[in-house]
């Protein structure tokens, strides 16, 4: 019997969910034509009119806690902030699964 190690199978489980990730929310025709350049989070700005939660960056603890309860209450999330999470997130697998050295570089 093939035993894997726990980091390989959180691999296949990262994996996994980018494929349904882009399975379910898939670019459109015409989106997937489009050439997107990278941007900063820093140059994302929240709308004025914006009455979501405010998050900090990096998250401060009990985040998750006001973010649950955000969107329980149908509040929307700003493009900035949902921006900064998927980062922290990306980061952090980066450390735990794929090299700590590239995750100084993307830090940075």
């Not at 709308?47 to 985040?63: K, V």
Request: aromatic share 6%; proline share 6%; glycine share 4%.
């Amino acid at each position: 019997m093939l035993r894997l190690c726990q980091c390989q199978v959180q691999k296949h489980h990262v994996a996994q969910f980018y494929a349904h990730l882009k399975e379910e929310f898939g670019d459109h025709p015409e989106e997937a034509e489009a050439k997107a350049k990278p941007i900063a989070i820093s140059e994302i700005t929240v709308p004025q009119d914006y009455t979501g939660l405010m998050l900090d960056d990096p998250l401060a603890p009990g985040s998750g806690a006001d973010l649950l309860q955000s969107f329980l209450q149908g509040l929307p999330l700003a493009e900035k902030f949902a921006a900064s999470i998927l980062k922290q997130c990306a980061v952090q697998l980066c450390i735990t699964l794929i090299d700590p050295l590239r995750a100084v570089v993307i830090l940075s």
